[in-house]
């Protein structure tokens, strides 16, 4: 038995890769599955939320009664995620959102040259969707997440501080992307508490937990 631990309130998550276009048919994107943000989705939902998932191109079904708007690009998420923002009460930021989008973007297929040259990208950088999320005056409560290759309890404290958010969500990358498992460290005030090794819908109950009695406290 799963007790409603969020019942009658709204969720927001982002989960999935961006796509960011060079030309019609290229585009450069980041290593994430969608698994872990998706799993949440349906933990949320399963808790008795209701629940909104921004979603980049992933091969994931929308888990049951959640509600998916599908984007591409870092600015549609973005732009999905502020026009749905108010009135929540969670949002988790799952989404390994790419940190440039190519500035000089073609819209028509780039052609090789007979000289072998190749095209010169130039990147922009895309809005911080968590960032401005928790500047807002009448902010959700807000969740982060965060790959890093290592030093894991180091980085996850301070980009917590950084990011300004109540509770932060390491993972080890690039070995769990795709992968059905996971191991999480959860970074707040207090410090820092580890959710062992498991499959990724385990992970997100017991995540929607810890959630759910911060929100409560
Ligand atoms: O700074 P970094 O990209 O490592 O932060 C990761 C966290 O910030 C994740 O929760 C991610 O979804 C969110 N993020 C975002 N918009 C960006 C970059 C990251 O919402 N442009």
């Not at 019942?7 to 585009?27: M, S």
């Amino acid at each position: 038995f799963q007790p409603k631990l969020l019942a009658g309130r709204r969720v927001l998550l982002t989960a999935g890769p961006t796509f960011e276009p060079i030309d019609p048919v290229r585009g450069i994107t980041n290593l994430s599955s969608g698994k872990m943000g998706y799993a949440l989705a349906r933990a949320a939902r399963e808790a008795g939320a209701d629940v909104m998932l921004v979603s980049g191109p992933t091969a994931l079904e929308i888990p049951h009664g959640v509600q998916r708007i599908d984007v591409q690009t870092a600015q549609q998420m973005h732009d999905a995620v502020m026009a749905n923002v108010v009135g929540q009460d969670l949002f988790v930021a799952v989404a390994a959102v790419a940190d440039w989008r190519v500035a000089n973007a073609s819209t028509q297929k780039l052609k090789k040259n007979a000289d072998g040259g190749a095209p010169q990208l130039q990147f922009t950088q895309n809005p911080d969707i968590l960032a401005e999320v928790a500047a807002l005056p009448r902010r959700p409560y807000c969740v982060g997440f965060a790959a890093e290759s290592e030093n894991l309890a180091q980085y996850g404290a301070a980009k917590r501080v950084k990011k300004n958010i109540p509770l932060l969500v390491g993972n080890l990358g690039p070995q769990t992307f795709g992968r059905d498992d996971n191991a999480l460290m959860l970074f707040d005030e207090q410090g820092h508490t580890s959710l062992p090794h498991a499959d990724k819908l385990t992970l997100a109950r017991q995540l929607v937990r810890e959630i759910a009695r911060r929100m409560a406290a």
